[in-house]
């Protein structure tokens, strides 16, 4: 029983054999590879191809939402696993949402069933393709670039290790057609008695019909991380998804969901209604040569309602400054970076002091420009 066995009410699951395979040329362990997007020796270099059978899907397939059976969220609280290492016999203790991990005695790589009697299987992975120096790399580039950063910040910021990570999305295809109705307007500038010019608005009744097909709106099926951070390193290239195969998340860790598809398709309908509405705006302002759109009122209807669970890739590292951790992700796919900065006082307050006297100045050579 090893120390990581604190958990008498744990689990014991297995784990599959094609995830642990072993170098046929120095007996290490073989690690998905993002580089080559198959399998690779970190101790003499040995890759190998991921094998997919004859027939097999080559991507995941859209699922007919009303046809999904597991749809409520998990609430897994502390449940836990043990997983019994087939190469070392080691017993370790995960977090019951884990897919897969590595043990942490002898390095093999421990892949999980993707689903359980409350969960359904992951349909496709998109894998990683940026490694860890790249990622390094990136954030580099990333930081130099945050303006409001102290300069000591981006000196001095290195990158600790990075982890790899699959998170769980879902994704949904929708057909929409909307009823809209509102007001549009279009501005003009006046002249008072005093000199000054103020802006006048016209306001026009509109109404019409607007149909948009929506591809792979995403929903993260993990709470476990930064929200906010995830949406900033989006969108993933999802239609370059893979069927599922528990080779490709060999040496990273993966999650499953805990965030289930009925409150997922509830999310994502709402991003798309927002999205809706800046297409309707943008629609009416175009048709009616207008500057404005109020009062807009829109009834939308979506069909042809489909989704695919995934697993995407996240680096996920943090750095430290005056003794505070700054935590930022890299999509492992894509390369963008996304994360929190400290921030210099003095810039922000020059910089906000700037855009004033800028806004000032424009102001006064507009009201020269129409008192002439």
Not at 16 to 44: A, H, I, N, Q, W
Not at 57 to 73: F, M, R, W, Y
Not at 139 to 159: D, G, H, N, V
Not at 206 to 213: K, L, N, R
């Amino acid at each position: 029983m090893s120390e990581f066995d604190t958990n008498l009410d744990a689990q014991t699951v297995d784990t599959l054999e094609e995830t642990d395979r072993k170098c046929p040329s120095c007996g290490g362990v073989m690690d998905f590879d993002p580089k080559t997007g198959g399998l690779s020796c970190p101790y003499c270099g040995h890759i190998e191809e991921i094998p997919v059978e004859k027939g097999s899907l080559k991507s995941a397939e859209e699922q007919a939402l009303e046809s999904a059976d597991k749809i409520e969220n998990c609430d897994w609280g502390v449940d836990k696993k043990t997983v019994i290492c087939k190469a070392c016999g080691a017993e370790s203790v995960y977090d019951a949402l884990e897919i897969s991990a590595v043990c942490p005695f002898c390095g093999s790589n421990q892949v999980m069933e993707a689903s359980d009697q409350n969960t359904m299987a992951p349909g496709g992975v998109v894998p990683f393709q940026i490694t860890d120096k790249q990622a390094s790399s990136l954030f580099k580039t990333w930081i130099k670039r945050k303006w409001f950063c102290p300069k000591l910040a981006k000196e001095s910021a290195k990158a600790k290790n990075f982890k790899g990570i699959y998170l769980p999305y879902w994704t949904f295809d929708a057909q929409t057609h909307s009823r809209y109705h509102g007001q549009f307007g279009r501005d003009k500038v006046k002249r008072k008695p005093d000199g000054k010019t103020e802006v006048v608005t016209t306001w026009y009744p509109v109404q019409g019909t607007h149909s948009e097909f929506f591809d792979d709106e995403l929903v993260c099926g993990s709470t476990n991380h930064n929200q906010s951070m995830l949406q900033g390193i989006e969108p993933y290239r999802t239609a370059e998804n893979k069927a599922y195969q528990p080779e490709y998340v060999a040496g990273f860790a993966a999650e499953r969901y805990s965030v289930g598809i009925k409150e997922a398709w509830q999310m994502a309908k709402e991003n798309i209604k927002y999205k809706l509405r800046g297409s309707i705006e943008r629609k009416i302002k175009k048709e009616n040569d207008a500057d404005r759109v109020r009062n807009l009122q829109i009834d939308a209807v979506f069909s042809k309602l489909t989704y695919k669970y995934l697993l995407l890739p996240v680096w996920i590292s943090s750095y430290k400054y005056k003794d505070k951790v700054y935590q930022f992700m890299v999509n492992g796919q894509t390369g963008k970076v996304s994360g929190k900065t400290p921030i210099s006082i003095p810039k922000v307050i020059i910089t906000v002091a700037a855009v004033i006297v800028l806004i000032i100045l424009l102001s006064i050579m507009t009201n020269l420009r129409y008192s002439g």
